[in-house]
């Protein structure tokens, strides 16, 4: 298969990329190479005569159709966006454009694309969300492909919106689409502005690890190369117009999921032990959700899929990566985005 990714050089999309590759697709990855993306994330692809990079913005429909036209590809996977929940708080604006705007430019050149071609019948767009389209949970219960949509910040209202552009192009042009809703992921490659990233590096620096609140907040964590291995199954087995919900089963709350990866530092990095005393509690950021959970049945029904590692599995690879990794790492402080700063890491 041709897949054309967009957000390819970002934290999922290039988890996307590097397993397509690895499976023999041919990857056309487009992204504009915003703050979030790192081209380094794509390295071990970037010779493979599989891969080719287009630089493009997602709300440039002349380059869309440049890029549809040369590539022609059999199926798209959706990632680009702007997706830091705090950013979306102190600037909307690139959210709704990138999110809504581009994701409507994006449909409007695969179905050219789609069109053009005489409607391949194995043709998919598959857009890529999140599980934060649906609100807070309270305790109880969890997040399912039948829960109302009840978007709370300007990214999970921009997503909503963009998930419900995807279905509305599926319903009234016939275009064969696929959208999954996924939990908060984690692992290797993950910009450190987020919560798993900023705890391990804080920790590995002696400096205060920053909680939201009281960090009673619950995550339902997924390991990256799941959710890449879940995604490439939508796409190949999925059935069109159907939504997936993805997700570990693996809830914390995130006073326990950063005592769990200082714990991990102990053993590997034992010079900073114990790192739990770095923890600092800070102010809180308005409507933060307090719980999301992901009922993964239907995935695991119709397609026989399930996470292949632990949460705590799982942060112990991160941990280790991070570790083995300042390459990657080191050259992202300082940069615009987490400016050598040492702020709270958001989870979303
Ligand atoms: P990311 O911020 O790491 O990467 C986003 C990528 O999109 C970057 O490479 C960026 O350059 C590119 N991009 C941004 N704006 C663009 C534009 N206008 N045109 C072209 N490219 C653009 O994001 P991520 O965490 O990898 O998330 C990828 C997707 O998965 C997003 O759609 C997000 O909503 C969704 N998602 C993320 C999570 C999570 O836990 N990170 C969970 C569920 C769903």
Not at 33 to 50: G, I, K, M
Not at 53 to 61: G, H, N, S, T, V
Not at 90 to 115: I, K, M, S, Y
Not at 165 to 193: D, I, K, M
């Amino acid at each position: 298969m041709r897949i054309l990714v967009t957000g390819g050089a970002g934290f999922i999309g290039s988890a996307v990329v590097r397993r397509a590759v690895a499976m023999g697709h041919a990857v056309v990855n487009l992204d504009a190479l915003t703050y979030a993306a790192n081209p380094a994330n794509l390295a071990e692809v970037a010779a493979s005569p599989l891969y080719a990079f287009e630089q493009a913005d997602i709300r440039d429909r002349v380059a869309l159709d440049r890029i549809f036209r040369d590539h022609r590809p059999d199926a798209v996977m959706h990632l680009a966006a702007e997706s830091h929940v705090d950013r979306s708080i102190d600037g909307p604006a690139a959210f709704v454009e990138t999110n809504v705007t581009g994701t409507f430019h994006l449909l409007e050149a695969a179905r050219a694309h789609w069109l053009r071609e005489g409607r391949p019948p194995g043709f998919r767009f598959h857009h890529i969300s999140t599980d934060e389209v649906f609100g807070s949970l309270g305790p109880e219960g969890r997040f399912t492909e039948e829960t109302r949509y009840d978007p709370r910040s300007p990214y999970s209202a921009s997503k909503a919106a963009s998930d419900h552009l995807v279905r509305a192009w599926g319903e009234t042009y016939g275009l064969p689409v696929l959208v999954t809703n996924c939990s908060n992921n984690y692992g290797p490659y993950h910009f450190p502005e987020k919560l798993v990233p900023v705890t391990i590096l804080n920790a590995l620096h002696g400096r205060p690890i920053p909680v939201y609140g009281t960090g009673e907040n619950v995550r339902d964590w997924l390991y990256v190369e799941d959710h890449a291995e879940a995604l490439l199954l939508v796409l190949e087995r999925g059935a069109v117009g159907r939504t997936y919900a993805i997700g570990g089963e693996s809830e914390a709350r995130n006073i326990d999921l950063v005592r769990m990866i200082c714990s991990i530092m102990d053993e590997m990095h034992p010079a900073g032990a114990p790192h739990d005393r770095l923890i600092t509690f800070v102010p809180d950021r308005p409507g933060h959700d307090l719980r999301y959970a992901i009922d993964p049945s239907r995935i695991r029904a119709e397609l026989g899929w399930r996470p292949s590692v632990t949460l705590q599995e799982g942060l112990r690879r991160t941990v280790r990566w991070y570790l083995d990794r300042e390459d990657w790492w080191r050259p992202l402080l300082g940069r615009d985005g987490w400016g050598g700063g040492w702020g709270p890491g958001h989870e979303d």
